[in-house]
């Protein structure tokens, strides 16, 4: 068994990024009421700031951690997680976590493209709760084998609806809910 150890790890992110969209309209897109050309221009900042402790004592090792992102476009989100193993022996080992996790929209979903995408600058993050379970071994020479069984609840779905008429144009929105379960085995 391994000797008990602590570490923790912390760190910050950040990125600036831009969007740059010029669209020329065809003929019947005048017909329909576009204009000639129309250009985007947008832009977004995003920073994080994160902290994660492990602890291995004895047969245990415990992972807690936090994450606070911040995105210009789309507003804030804290998420937390915390993960475990227990070596049942020199081989194998029962895990198991849960997490907060989001997907921020794409850039071009705020700011739209005029003849297909309507903009929708009051997007929020796709909100995910991780919880999963498993064990790996490689108790059989020559062989790894890892099961995992996870449920992920979504909330805030991005979907794509229709603006109507004139334009029929699609607009992305924050709707419904969603579970996903499943097992994955690997070998």
Known sequence: LT?????VVVGADYDDSRLILTSLAGPVLHIM????????????????LYANDSMVIGRWSITPGIRYDYNSKSGSFLS???????????????????????????????SGNYFSLAPNPSLIPEAIWSYQAGFESSSIPYV????????????????TTDTGPPLYNN???NSGKSTRRGIEVEA
Do not use: C, M
């Open 144 to 159: 790894w084998t890892k099961v995992s069984l996870f449920t992920h609840k979504l909330h805030d779905i991005l979907t």
């Open 33 to 48: 009421g576009s204009s000639a050309v129309s250009k985007i221009n947008s832009d977004s900042e995003q920073w994080a």
């Open 3 to 7: 000797k008990d150890v602590h570490t």
């Open 80 to 110: 937390p997680s915390f993960g475990g193993t227990y070596r049942i022996g020199e081989r194998t080992i029962l895990r198991g976590s849960i997490s907060r996790r989001f997907t921020t929209p794409p850039l071009g979903y705020f």
């Open 171 to 173: 607009i992305i929105i």
